[in-house]
């Protein structure tokens, strides 16, 4: 009896350790880029125009870029988003064309980031003729956080209680003010949350963006939705193999490193808490 | 009649919508066979595939991307082999015996760990994880298969571990108890039990990390170290499936052979991710049943 407690322990600490090794992963991860990346940060470093071919000044630019992709990303992503997980929690039938919507979407998570570069590429850059443009990375990029917003809104849409969608049946109401008035409103903050950790998404992708809208230098700020741009996690990578200054382009990649991870991370925290509180206490 | 008339066009401009995700993956299919095909006009399927030389802008090009392939595959097994013993008994000692206020810390970091950019993985990988590599094993380049698997662990183990964590949560407690009331310890019951009556959904996990670490770009872009050569040795650099794409599809003329070449990588690498994805939801399907959910 005793040895079996031993053994117990001994596997029990085993399982414990791999908890230890991940914690530790990301600590060092944020120690390294935290610790190096705040001695570059400062306010000109975040409000400036890069200067010198990269070697110094700020990364205004790139910081610019990212928002309006993202922004761009999710007026796109949204209503498609919400609108499929309305379809499929109100009105779709268990079925073959579900069971296919379904298949579509997992398929849709799975795809690897750059078959989607690809995919912008060819359609959205060549064959609508955007060109290498800000609103030809944010359809992409729309395309690759579609999946997470139609999970999310229908997750939300599904602790809905039927009995809310019963009451406003029997008053009369059609199906779609019912949809309209009572369900919808009852999963906002649900819905809110599935766009906030698809901004974290957007925000963070390099790849889908490397040749549909990303840039490593531009003179001036964008001015259209048709001009290419300059984005944080691209700046990263293009700071690391281009250039002619590795040494005074490091600091810099650090630098921007640690912003892409705060705002990514905060932007995540602030969905993951959200979607904690209202798991934990629904109004009904 | 009027207002039946405007519900069912409701309801089909959202089921237009629903099937968005279908559109926008046939035309990915798409995009990829009308770009990817020409290629097989120049070369053989066969020797696409199992050709050993990529040399896309020699004269003449060699189009063989089996070195590209097995790079791919050596670097995402080299992952899971991080990925699985970690992942799984992560997800086991959250579910199984972790204190309820660890487990709420636990969870929360897994899901950081999901939420950072691949660009900052593959960035660490670079700036922190090579150097030390290269000096522990004394290599001429820290940026190795090695490295890239370290880091594609890690970034494969959100996945397996929050899948696996929901599947053994999902074992019904009538297991446990039956185990316990035949003299089980509770590592017994955990690794006799509640861990094989789980496998399928484990499993699912572990295929879903398989499709996340395939098809991860950015970092092997950056840690692979970029040679196109059949790996011989886990301490070598390689280049994998997306590596390539990545890096080569900006400088390749829109329309050349060697534009259409990278599309037929992608065709490659999307058939092989498509099948994982497949394999996974079937899993996951076959799991839902046992568990009687």
């Known amino acids: ?284 | 009649m009027h207002q039946r008339c405007k519900e069912l066009l409701i309801k089909h401009i959202f089921l237009f919508f629903a099937l968005a995700s279908i559109f926008f993956l046939l035309g990915i299919v798409i995009v990829l066979f009308k770009e990817g095909l020409p290629i097989f006009k120049i070369v053989r399927v066969k020797d696409f595939i199992l050709g050993k030389s990529w040399y896309p802008t020699y004269d003449p090009p060699d189009f063989g991307i089996l070195a590209l392939i097995l790079g791919s595959l050596w670097v995402t097994f080299g992952a899971l082999m991080i990925a699985i013993p970690l992942g799984v008994s992560a997800a086991t000692y959250i579910s199984e015996v972790a204190h309820p206020r660890v487990k709420e810390i636990a969870k929360p970091v897994v899901e950081l760990l999901a939420g950072i950019p691949s660009v900052v993985y593959g960035f660490f990988g670079m700036v922190i994880l090579a150097p030390w590599l290269q000096d522990v094993f004394n290599l001429p380049t820290g940026l190795t298969c090695l490295t890239a698997s370290i880091i594609l662990g890690f970034m494969a183990l959100p996945t397996v571990v929050s899948i696996s964590e929901d599947a053994i949560s999902a074992v019904p407690f009538s297991y446990k108890e039956a185990s316990y009331a035949l003299g089980a310890t509770k590592w017994e019951t955990i690794s006799k039990v509640t861990v094989p009556s789980a496998i399928s959904g484990i499993t699912t996990a572990i295929i879903l990390g398989i499709g996340r670490a395939i098809g991860e770009t950015m970092t092997v872009l950056m840690v692979a170290g970029g040679a196109a050569v059949v790996p011989r040795s886990f301490l070598r650099p390689v280049r994998p499936m997306t590596a390539t794409i990545a890096a080569e599809m900006g400088e390749a003329p829109v329309g050349s052979d060697h534009y259409h070449a990278l599309f037929g990588i992608a065709i490659v690498l999307f058939i092989i991710t498509l099948g994982f994805n497949l394999l996974a939801d079937h899993l996951a399907a076959t799991f839902r049943r046992k568990m009687g959910q």
């Open chain 1, 1 to 284: 009896m005793k040895s079996k407690q031993i053994k117990q322990a001994i596997y029990f600490s085993l399982l414990r350790f791999s908890i230890v090794i991940i914690l530790s992963g990301l600590l060092l991860i944020l120690f390294f880029i935290g610790v190096r990346g705040v001695k570059v940060l400062s306010w000109e470093f975040l409000t400036q125009m890069p200067k010198e071919g990269m070697t110094s000044g700020g990364i205004l630019p790139a910081i610019i870029g990212t928002f309006y992709l993202t922004i761009g990303a999710i007026l796109f992503a949204l209503p498609l988003g919400v609108f499929a997980a309305i379809y499929l929690t109100e009105y779709a039938r268990q079925g073959r064309l579900v069971k296919l919507i379904r298949i579509g979407i997992n398929n849709l998570a799975g795809v690897p980031s750059v078959v989607f570069g690809l995919f912008g590429l060819a359609v959205f850059v060549k064959f609508f003729g955007f060109g290498v443009s800000i609103l030809s990375g944010a359809l992409t990029l729309g395309i690759v956080i579609l999946p997470t917003i139609i999970r999310a809104s229908e997750e939300a849409l599904l602790v809905v209680p039927q009995s809310f969608r019963e009451a406003s049946l029997a008053l009369g109401a059609t199906k779609w003010q019912t949809i309209r008035k009572i369900v919808l409103p009852n999963a906002i903050s649900g819905i809110l949350t599935g766009s906030i950790l698809g901004i974290g998404r957007a925000a963070g992708e390099t790849a889908p963006i490397l040749f549909t809208a990303a840039t490593f230098y531009i003179i001036r700020l964008p001015r259209s939705f048709f001009d290419e741009v300059q984005a944080l996690p691209y700046h990263i990578y293009a700071l690391m193999t281009e250039g002619t200054h590795p040494e005074s382009q490091m600091p810099i990649a650090y630098g921007t490193a640690l912003v892409l991870l705060f705002l990514v991370l905060s932007i995540d925290s602030v969905g993951i808490i959200i979607r904690n509180q209202f798991r934990k206490k629904k109004k009904w």
